[in-house]
């Protein structure tokens, strides 16, 4: 399996952005779905993530604010980002999984495939 993420840039805090990761090669509507994130100097840490039936679940930080959800047909996951801050500077990772169990859905050991990666930069 293969992930492509996309819609990285720069924002003011406050806007806006919508990441996008495309999923190709296998079955996409049985992956679970997660977005990380690694500022630096810190280790990636878990934003959030969408089951393949649908469930989601968010970093604290980002409930309120932040979206994840899925198109299947597109074989797409989405990222909305609204309300950004400057601590959501980072790169933020696609990850994808079908075996993820729900206590392990926000460890980075739990996906086997990574996209690339997209920049995030929100300035004050």
């Known amino acids: 399996v293969q992930l492509q993420a996309s819609g990285g840039g720069l924002v003011q805090a406050g806007g806006s952005l919508r990441l996008s990761c495309v999923v190709s090669g296998d079955t996409f509507s049985r992956y679970t779905v997660g977005w990380f994130r690694q500022a630096p100097g810190k280790e990636r840490e878990f934003v959030a993530a969408?089951?393949?039936?649908?469930?989601?679940y968010y970093e604290d930080s980002v409930k309120g604010r932040f979206t994840i959800s899925r198109d299947n047909a597109k074989i797409t996951v989405y990222l909305q980002m609204n309300s950004l801050k400057p601590e959501d500077t980072a790169v933020y990772y696609c990850a994808a999984d079908q075996g993820v169990i729900l206590s392990s859905i926000r460890r980075v050991r739990a996906y086997d495939n990574w996209g690339q990666g997209t920049l995030v930069t929100v300035s004050s």
């Open positions: 969408i089951r393949y039936n649908g469930y989601t």
